[in-house]
């Protein structure tokens, strides 16, 4: 099983940026599906994007395109997520998760970084 350390997290004005790191160690991952996700005080986790390490196909959520891009460095099997013009409803704990490409349910977690957007 693959692990998963985030990194990156901080406080940031609105309309500020911040670049998150997911490094991922135990295997590499191709044949793997790694996501953002995030979960804001008193909600459920909410989806933020996915990257695709085999097709490098990217989704994302409606509330982020435009303004959060996700890319990889292979070499460092790390997954990043440049947000820019962050907004207070941004604020929330950002995890990456993993999972193999064959299944639909995110098994492997880190343990999140917290992202705070001030007005």
């Known amino acids: 099983q693959v692990q998963l350390v985030e990194s990156g997290g901080g406080l940031v004005q609105t309309g500020g940026s911040l670049r998150l790191s997911c490094a991922a160690s135990?295997?590499?991952?191709?044949?793997?599906?790694v996501g953002w996700f995030r979960q804001a005080p008193g909600k459920e986790r909410a989806f933020v994007a996915e990257?695709?390490?085999?097709?490098?196909?990217?989704i994302y959520a409606d509330s982020v395109k435009g303004r959060f891009t996700i890319s990889r460095d292979n070499a460092k099997n790390t997954l990043y997520l440049q947000m820019n013009s962050l907004k207070p409803e941004d604020t929330a704990v950002y995890y990456c998760?993993?999972?193999?490409?064959?299944?639909?349910?995110?098994?492997?977690w880190g343990q999140g970084t917290q992202v705070t957007v001030s007005s």
């Open positions: 135990g295997r590499t991952l191709g044949g793997y599906v």
């Open positions: 990257f695709n390490w085999s097709s490098s196909s990217i």
């Open positions: 998760a993993a999972r193999d490409i064959r299944w639909t349910n995110f098994n492997s």
